[in-house]
């Protein structure tokens, strides 16, 4: 899969060294250049970048504020356009293949890429302060994209919403390209095992770090032998890492 980087790309948090010590300001001209307007209510994407190792408490006892509930809304936006537009462009395909590639295109290691080409990892509130030096093994960044996207619903309506997710965030795709690399290895591997009578079964044999850093390995079994693992920074992605090993070693075409 191909993601693209602009060439006008522009580094959000070259405001922030710029020497001018209002940091609303920063980030008022910081996200403008991303969303391409000027933001209405600024706090919205101030909460979008504050991830839950930096949230803050509320006046509702137990509650604190993070970016958690904007990334929900985001992610039902942005799988609502890219519904759309999968389903005009592909006038002819079954809920099965768009709902495949919607998958594909949503998934969480590509939105960290894309959240990374348009700066966001460069203004994302972590433990309290906006750092660069996060682990690369994360889902924070693509969780601060989808909280974006639900910040800018809410703060300038679907319709512009729509046209910063076509423009903004599809176009770092290769759409076609998508549609031909089939990425779940899980599946396939599944597959694979029905068509050669065999049994496989993914399990999770451990995991470490803490609640915001933690990774998983997984383990797949082959009629009940250890055949290959893999890790990530969830149960699916350390169970699609070792399907894909699985793969090497068995040379699945």
Do not use: C
């Not at 949230?55 to 137990?62: N, P, Q």
């Not at 994209?145 to 300038?156: F, M, N, P, S, T």
């Not at 893999?230 to 699945?252: H, P, T």
């Amino acid at each position: 899969m191909q993601i693209a980087l602009p060439r006008s790309f522009f580094n959000p948090f070259d405001w922030f060294r710029s020497g001018n010590k209002d940091p609303r300001k920063n980030l008022r001209r910081s996200i403008g250049h991303i969303i391409g307007s000027s933001p209405s209510n600024l706090g919205l994407y101030q909460l979008a970048l504050r991830h839950t190792s930096a949230s803050k408490a509320t006046a509702i006892e137990g509650f604190r504020e993070s970016n958690e509930r904007l990334e929900y809304l985001g992610d039902a936006v942005l799988g609502m356009v890219i519904a759309e537009f999968l389903f005009k462009k592909y006038p002819y395909k079954d809920e099965g293949f768009l709902t495949e590639i919607r998958s594909r295109i949503v998934n969480r290691e590509t939105l960290n890429g894309i959240a990374r080409k348009i700066g966001l990892d460069q203004l994302i509130e972590f433990d309290g302060s906006r750092t660069r030096s996060m682990p690369a093994r994360t889902s924070m960044y693509g969780d601060a994209l989808e909280a974006l996207v639900g910040a800018i619903y809410l703060d300038k309506g679907f319709s512009f919403t729509r046209r910063f997710i076509l423009k903004h965030l599809l176009s770092h795709y290769d759409i076609e390209s998508v549609v031909q690399n089939n990425g779940n290895f899980k599946s396939r591997l599944i597959e694979w095992a029905q068509r050669e009578g065999k049994e496989i079964r993914f399990e999770i044999v451990s995991e470490k770090g803490n609640s915001h850093f933690r990774e998983f390995i997984a383990q797949v079994l082959v009629n009940e032998e250890p055949f290959a693992t893999g890790s990530g920074y969830s149960k699916k992605k350390a169970e699609q890492a070792a399907a894909e090993k699985a793969f090497e070693l068995l040379a699945i075409k």
